[in-house]
C-alpha cells in the first residue's frame, strides 16, 4: 500500500504564495515517486483545511473540512469527526512560523515523521546571526556584520555609525526572514536609516553585513542527515537588468529579473571547497533532509569565500535553485523527495529509541 504524505503549506508569512507553488510541484512529485499526497492547506487567517489534491494543483479555490491536531492520535482529525491518516509530514511554509521551528515543534509533539530539519536546527537556520556565528566557530569564513534589536531602535545612531564603519557597500536584513525579504543594498551612510527601518517592518532584528561589491553569488544544495549528506553541484545567480542582487523581485515577481548558471563556472577547486562548506555548515547547525546554502565569491579571486545565510526549507517550484541543482547533480525531483521521506522515517524511528523515563 502506498505511503500517505501530509504536505502542509500557506501560512502567515509574506511566502504565502511561494509556498502554494512549491506544494503543487511537491505533491506532484511525491505522487511520481510512488506515494500519496495528501494537501493540507494553513491559510493566512488561520483554521488549516483539508485540500483535495486535484483542487490544488489545478489552481481551484483551496477549501475542504477544518482539521486540527490531535496529540492523542498523533496526527490530524477532521473538526466535524474523522482521523487524517498519514504516514509522514512534508511541510513546505516557507518564511516565518514555517521553517523557524514553529510549526517542527507542533510536529515533534505530535510524534509523526516529518521532513526537514527539526526545531533547533529550523530556529538557528533562519536566524541569520546565530547560523553565522555558529558557522565561525566551526572555521566557516564569514563577513563582519552589526545588529540592531528593537529595543535599541530609538538610539541606534551610534550602531549604525559602527555599521558604516565596515566601509559600503552593506546589505541590511531582516534577521529572521527568507527570500530576501526587506533585505536592501546600501552604498552610503544616507541610506542607512531608511533601510533598516525598511527591514523592521518584518522583523524584530536587523542585520547590517559588509557586503562584496559585485560579488558573485554561489548556492549548493544539501541533501541527507548527520548520519550521511551529500551536496550538489554548484550555481550561480547573476541578477539582471535593474536588479544588483539577488532580492525578492528577481526571485519571484520579474520572469526576466536573473540568470542561473548551472554548474557554477569556477575552477574545480574553487567549487569543490564550496561544496565541503555546504555540508560543513549544515552538520554544524544540526541540519537534517534538505538545505540550500548561500556564499558571496569576491568577483576578483575566488578564493574568497564567505558563508552568506542557509535556507532549511528552500523552494521547491518548478523554476526554483534547489530541485534544479539536484537536477544538474543526476537526481530527479521525484527522487530527492523520496530520500526526503525516508530520511524522515529514518530520523523520527531514531528520536523515538531515544530514553524518555528514568525508570
Not at 485540500?51 to 486540527?68: F, H, Q, T, Y
Not at 516557507?94 to 526545531?119: F, I, K
Not at 561544496?275 to 547547525?285: E, G, N, P, S
Amino acid at each position: 500500500m502506498k505511503k500517505k504524505i501530509g504536505v502542509i503549506f500557506g501560512g502567515r508569512s509574506p511566502e504565502h504564495e511561494v509556498s502554494i507553488e512549491s506544494a503543487k510541484t511537491v505533491c506532484a512529485g511525491l505522487e511520481k515517486a510512488g506515494f500519496r499526497a495528501q494537501p493540507l492547506y494553513a491559510p493566512r487567517s488561520g483554521g488549516w483545511r483539508l485540500v483535495a489534491l486535484k483542487d490544488l494543483l489545478g489552481g481551484r479555490r483551496l477549501s475542504g473540512p477544518l482539521i486540527e491536531p490531535s496529540f492523542a492520535s498523533g496526527g490530524f482529525v477532521k473538526k466535524n469527526g474523522g482521523r487524517v491518516g498519514l504516514d509522514a509530514l512534508f511541510p513546505i511554509i516557507h518564511g516565518s512560523t514555517g521553517e523557524d521551528g514553529a510549526l517542527q515543534g507542533l510536529l515533534e509533539l505530535l510524534g509523526v515523521p516529518y521532513t526537514g530539519s527539526g526545531v533547533t536546527a529550523s530556529a538557528v537556520g533562519m536566524d541569520k546571526v546565530i547560523s553565522k556565528e555558529l558557522a565561525a566557530l566551526d572555521g566557516v569564513p564569514v563577513l563582519p556584520h552589526v545588529v540592531i534589536r528593537a529595543h535599541q531602535r530609538g538610539a541606534m545612531g551610534p550602531l549604525l555609525k559602527e555599521a558604516a564603519k565596515l566601509g559600503f557597500p552593506l546589505f541590511v536584513k531582516p534577521v529572521a526572514q527568507g527570500s530576501s525579504v526587506g533585505v536592501s543594498k546600501v552604498k552610503s551612510a544616507a541610506g542607512l536609516r531608511p533601510a533598516v527601518a525598511a527591514a523592521f517592518r518584518f522583523d524584530t532584528a536587523v542585520l547590517i553585513e559588509k557586503g562584496v561589491d559585485r560579488a558573485r553569488e554561489i548556492v549548493c544544495g544539501v541533501l541527507g542527515s548527520p548520519a550521511g549528506a551529500k551536496a550538489s553541484v554548484t550555481g550561480e545567480v547573476v541578477p539582471k537588468g535593474k536588479h544588483e542582487f539577488f532580492d525578492y523581485e528577481a526571485k519571484y515577481l520579474d520572469d526576466d529579473g536573473m540568470d542561473f548558471l548551472l554548474p557554477a563556472p569556477l575552477s574545480a577547486a574553487a567549487s569543490s571547497k564550496i561544496r565541503a562548506l555546504t555540508v560543513k555548515i549544515f552538520l554544524a547547525l544540526g541540519g537534517t533532509g534538505m538545505a540550500r546554502v548561500d556564499f558571496l565569491v569576491d568577483p576578483k579571486d575566488e578564493r574568497k569565500v564567505y558563508f552568506c545565510e542557509i535556507n532549511t526549507l528552500p523552494g521547491f517550484t518548478s523554476h526554483s535553485l534547489y530541485p534544479r541543482l539536484w537536477g544538474k547533480t543526476g537526481l530527479k525531483p521525484e527522487k530527492v523527495l523520496k530520500e526526503l521521506v525516508n530520511i524522515a522515517v529514518r530520523s523520527m524511528a531514531s528520536r523515538r529509541r531515544l530514553v524518555t523515563s528514568r525508570k
